[in-house]
């Protein structure tokens, strides 16, 4: 079945510093990944959706200059997290979706901010 | 902007209760997908369903699409604490490669 990695699966950074987020699908290509934000007991809110080599679309609310999304290649999308600070701790997901595949989740990466 | 009602949010059962799980729109779902994520991890999907009235079984988990393609329901027969977990739905509306998401039901089954 079609795979998505997420990494890292975890990472402590300082408060002030950039972070940035990996998901690969492995494979298949993914035409489109979405980025997800998830607090403790709660659901997951879409951030952003990038269609590869076209700049993100940003749900509203969502600074595109402080999470920056790359979508460069069918395999690789990136989500950056530039100055970040103790409120941008959080749990985030990515999801990919290509041509005959529904959307595969990524493990996900807990970002704690110090 | 599309919002899906999951209810409820938190339920805690004793092993070998019975227990629904509500999703409600006030649009019509194109498609619709449950999901049970655990800590720490990316969501699972346990099962899609598009057609309305459809009825899918997943072992001691059924899955209901509303008729009009509204509503679901997720009913696990005979819990154990092993089902313990956040259950999600998630939505497609139209034609938009895009899921929107239940706000979850955090389940607890307690042997």
């Known amino acids: 079945g079609a795979v998505v990695s997420q990494h890292p699966s975890w990472v402590i950074c300082k408060s002030g510093t950039s972070v940035k987020i990996e998901c690969r699908s492995l494979?298949?290509?993914?035409?489109?990944m979405f980025w997800y934000r998830q607090f403790p007991k709660q659901s997951l809110m879409l951030m952003a959706t990038?269609?590869?080599?076209?700049?993100?679309?940003?749900e509203q609310g969502v600074e595109k200059d402080k999470f920056l999304i790359n979508h460069a290649s069918l395999t690789l999308s990136t989500l950056t997290v530039t100055s970040a600070h103790p409120e941008d701790s959080s749990f985030y997901i990515c999801?990919?979706?290509?041509?005959?595949?529904?959307?595969?989740f990524g493990s996900g990466t807990r970002l704690t901010v110090v | 902007t599309q919002l899906l009602e999951q209810s409820p949010q938190f339920l805690s059962i004793q092993e070998g209760e019975n227990l629904t799980v509500y999703c409600n729109s006030s649009?019509?779902?194109?498609?619709l997908q449950w999901y049970r994520q655990e800590p720490g991890e990316g969501p699972v999907l346990l099962v899609t369903?598009?057609?309305?009235?459809e009825v899918k079984k997943l072992k001691r988990l059924t899955f209901q699409f509303g008729d009009a393609r509204k509503d679901s329901s997720l009913h696990i027969t005979a819990a154990q604490p092993g089902d313990t977990g956040l259950y999600l739905c998630?939505?497609?509306?139209?034609?938009?490669?895009?899921?929107?998401f239940g706000s979850g039901t955090q389940l607890t089954v307690l042997p």
């Open positions: 369903v598009v057609t309305g009235g």
């Open positions: 990038s269609n590869e080599g076209s700049k993100a679309t940003y």
């Open positions: 999801s990919a979706a290509g041509t005959g595949y529904g959307y595969t």
């Open positions: 998630a939505g497609e509306f139209g034609s938009a490669r895009q899921l929107t």
């Open positions: 494979d298949f290509q993914a035409t489109t």
């Open positions: 649009s019509v779902f194109s498609s």
